[in-house]
Each structure stands twice: as C-alpha cells, then as structure tokens.
C-alpha cells in the first residue's frame, strides 16, 4: 500500500496486491466491507411537508412534495405579476378616456369642488380610474400621448394572454417548471466532488474465498477417520491406514469446497475441505466423530 497524496491529489491511496492471482475487483470489495474506505451514514428524512406537519418520508415522497410546493409557489407568482397587469391595465383605460377629453378633465379638475364624483358620471369611469387621473399632475396630464398608452396596453395585454394560458394549462405550468429547474441547476449547481458508482454491495471475503481452487479427493475410512489427497488420481484403497482400518469411501471435489456429511441421525455436518489433515501424514487424521457428538457412525458421504 502506498500513499501518494500530494497538492494535486489529497486523497491518493495505491493498493498493489503481492500476487498477480489475486482478483482485484475481489479485494477492493473486501477492503471496501471491511475497512474504512467506504463508510455507511444512516440518514432521518423527517421533515415538515404540505400538511405542515413533520413526518419520516422517503426520497421520492420528498421530491414529489417539493415539486408540488414550487408548482404553488409559481402559480401565485404568476397570479401575482396577472393581477398587476389586470390593474394597470383598468388605470391605463381611465387615463386614455381622460387623454380623449383633455380639455373637459382640465376644467372640471381645476373648478369642481368634488371633481372625483363629476369624473365617474360623467364618463363612467371607476373610482380607481378617477383616483389614478387625479393624481396625476395637471402638467403630465397634457403631456399624455395617445400612441404610448396604446403601446403600453399592447404590451401588458400580450402578457396577460401568455399569463392566462400558463395559469390554464397544467401542460405549460409543467414546461415551465422545468426550464426552470433547469436554469437555476446551471447557473448555481457545480460538479460532483466524487463519482456515482453503481456496483453490488460489497462483501468481505472469507477464508474460502482466499483458498486456491485446487482438485482434490477426499477418503474416509471404515473407522471414521477423515482426510484429503491433492487431485483425482488418487489411490485412495491404497493409502496407509491404521491398523484393523482400511478404506470405505471417497469423492471426488475441490480445495475451496466444503465436504458435507450425513449422519445416521439425518443430519448433515460440513467441514472446509482445505482443512482436513493430509493423506501424505500417517499420524494426523481427523475422527469423524469429532464432527459433532451427535454423530456416531457416517453412513454416506
């Protein structure tokens, strides 16, 4: 293992395995399960949602939720920019009813004692319309020009439409939600820090996974004493055995199999096959009773 962090690299660990026959992918699994190179955080999603009340939501719950909470919070802004229009667009009427008779509003602004209530009767005016011509200035009234109030209503009408259809359609609303998204995700998301990886949960390996896969043989004898003989070639019959013992059984597997037993009681045991003593010794061989105490005679292996 080497550490070559530097300025460029904070975090630079090198793993380089002793032997070419180790599967590299097998071993980053296990240091990945069974080290502190990738760490599991349990996160509380409680949270307050539409019902203003805090609940533990999953992922797409909340998701859905904040989506429905920004569809909400455009529509009333969308609704809000509509009515500001929807009035502006009721002064600008009064103020061009008040340009078409320029002379008449003068006089009766300038010698009415209550010009506001002459206004609204005589020319059916609203009491926002008549507020809004009063409050202009005599000298800006004169100045008012017929083609910029008109300009004016065409403008704010073209976006009372696009408004109206945007509020009326939830196929627009979604659009533009979107975009958006969108915009605000390019002008203030930044890259990822760390890569998305997708692979299987990663598992520690065992002490079989790190036995070679080696064929084997394993003997019993008719006394119950177990052990293994590297490949299939073996004479097992004539192997040494101990004295009144001779050979009753054998199979045929691999070093990084388990050896499964069954006993005159129905159950099964197993043992690592790589941990049975050696054909090649004369002394050490396992009794098959060692297995379990409840097992008193090996009637198939």
């Not at 019902?51 to 009333?76: A, F, H, S």
């Not at 017929?146 to 009408?157: N, S, T, Y």
């Not at 050896?259 to 003593?277: I, M, Q």
Request: glycine content about 4%; some cysteine.
């Amino acid at each position: 293992m080497r550490d070559e962090s530097d300025h460029e690299n904070p975090t630079r660990i090198v793993v380089v395995p002793r032997s070419n026959r180790i599967d590299c992918d097998q071993l980053m699994n296990h240091l990945f399960a069974s080290t502190d190179l990738e760490k599991n955080f349990r996160v509380n999603l409680n949270m307050i949602g539409l019902d203003n009340r805090p609940q533990v939501k999953g992922l797409i719950q909340i998701l859905t939720e904040w989506i429905e909470y920004r569809r909400e919070t455009v529509r009333k802004r969308l609704q809000y920019r509509l009515d500001k229009i929807l009035s502006r667009l009721h002064i600008l009427e009064g103020l061009l009813v008040a340009y078409l008779n320029l002379d008449e509003v003068i006089e009766i602004i300038r010698t009415e004692d209550d010009p506001k209530a002459v206004l609204m009767a005589r020319f059916g005016i609203t009491d926002i319309q008549a507020d809004a011509i009063l409050d202009t200035k005599l000298r800006h009234l004169a100045k008012l020009e017929e083609m910029k109030i008109r300009g004016e209503q065409d403008e704010l009408e073209k976006e009372r439409e696009k408004l109206e259809k945007l509020l009326g359609s939830e196929r627009r609303m979604n659009t533009l939600l979107k975009k958006e998204i969108q915009a605000d995700a390019e002008k203030y998301g930044d890259d990822r820090r760390s890569p998305i990886v997708e692979r299987a949960e990663a598992k520690a390996m065992t002490e079989r996974d790190l036995v070679p896969s080696e064929p084997i043989t394993v003997v019993l004898s008719e006394k119950g004493w177990i052990r293994h003989a590297k490949g299939h070639d073996v004479d097992a019959s004539g192997l040494n055995y101990k004295a009144g013992d001779k050979f009753l059984a054998s199979a045929k597997g691999k070093s990084n199999q388990p050896a499964v037993f069954l006993g005159s009681d129905g159950r099964s045991y197993s043992l690592e096959s790589h941990s049975l003593p050696s054909a090649r010794s004369k002394v050490n061989r396992l009794p098959v009773d060692s297995i379990s105490a409840l097992v008193r005679r090996c009637v198939k292996w």
